[in-house]
């Protein structure tokens, strides 16, 4: 089994920026893609990014440009750079993994952006 633990989640001010990090542990074998989603009250969950384990990278058009994902596959970690914070990217961050056929969700970290 595999676990997720998202960190760096908080209130920031409009314009700010804040740095998430999924940290993957447990039966670790070989994680093939890790990506972060997002999800507001009331919304539907969102994929914001995605990392393959050779660094192949996409993302969301809305979201290009202000977020940066990365990923250390020795720490078996995941990052999202997240700069130029507006009010309407406060939502629940979820870490999300696929080892082979199987995923992973994390728990969540709230992000709450203020104006």
């Known amino acids: 089994q595999v676990q997720l633990v998202e960190s760096g989640g908080g209130l920031v001010q409009a314009g700010g920026s804040l740095r998430l990090s999924c940290a993957a542990s447990g039966s670790v074998v070989s994680i093939d893609v890790m990506s972060w989603y997002r999800q507001a009250p009331g919304k539907q969950r969102e994929l914001i990014a995605a990392i393959t384990s050779i660094g192949d990278t996409n993302y969301a058009d809305s979201d290009e440009g202000r977020f940066t994902i990365s990923r250390d596959n020795a720490k078996n970690t995941v990052y999202l750079q997240m700069n130029s914070l507006k009010p309407e990217d406060t939502a629940i961050y979820y870490c999300?993994?696929?080892?082979?056929?199987?995923?992973?969700w994390g728990k969540g970290t709230l992000v709450t952006v203020s104006s």
């Open positions: 999300h993994a696929l080892e082979y056929v199987v995923d992973y």
